[in-house]
């Protein structure tokens, strides 16, 4: 059995801006730059790289690490994560779903090449859930 740690919070760019709750805050971001006064070039680049740090930000789901059994969490952990335990998971199976896609050019694409479907996931108390290696199959999405 492995353990998952998975991301289990929301990124602030997908949360409403806290000046303009009608905005997420990757929306206020872009309002920002557009505000200022820049060339077009200089414009591009500012945005081109707010859209960069948005699809490289971790995001709810996202397989950030695989334990041994039973090695649970600590510190703060729980305040951002989720441990799902998964039986039937070789901990080293779970390399492939932690690694970072990018494109030829070393630009991340995606902080994670999978996520985990976390809708419906019980969490206990300590922020942990048990599932079966066919009920994490069908819920792993890669991108």
Not at 91 to 102: C, G, H, N, P, R
């Amino acid at each position: 059995m492995a353990d998952l740690l998975v991301y289990n919070k929301s990124h602030w760019m997908d949360e409403p801006s806290k000046n303009q709750s009608a905005k997420n805050g990757y929306v206020n971001a872009q309002d920002q730059i557009n505000a200022k006064s820049l060339s077009a070039g200089e414009l591009t680049k500012e945005l081109t790289l707010l859209d960069q740090k948005r699809d490289a930000r971790h995001q709810g789901g996202d397989i950030v690490e695989g334990r041994p059994d039973g090695t649970g969490m600590s510190g703060k952990e729980p305040l951002a994560f989720a441990l799902i335990q998964v039986t039937g998971l070789d901990v080293a199976d779970v390399t492939a779903y932690t690694e970072s896609k990018e494109d030829g050019a070393g630009v991340i694409l995606f902080r994670r090449s999978a996520r985990l479907d976390m809708t419906g996931i019980v969490l206990d108390a300590e922020q942990t859930a048990r599932l079966t290696l066919a009920q994490f199959e069908s819920r792993l999405q890669t991108k």
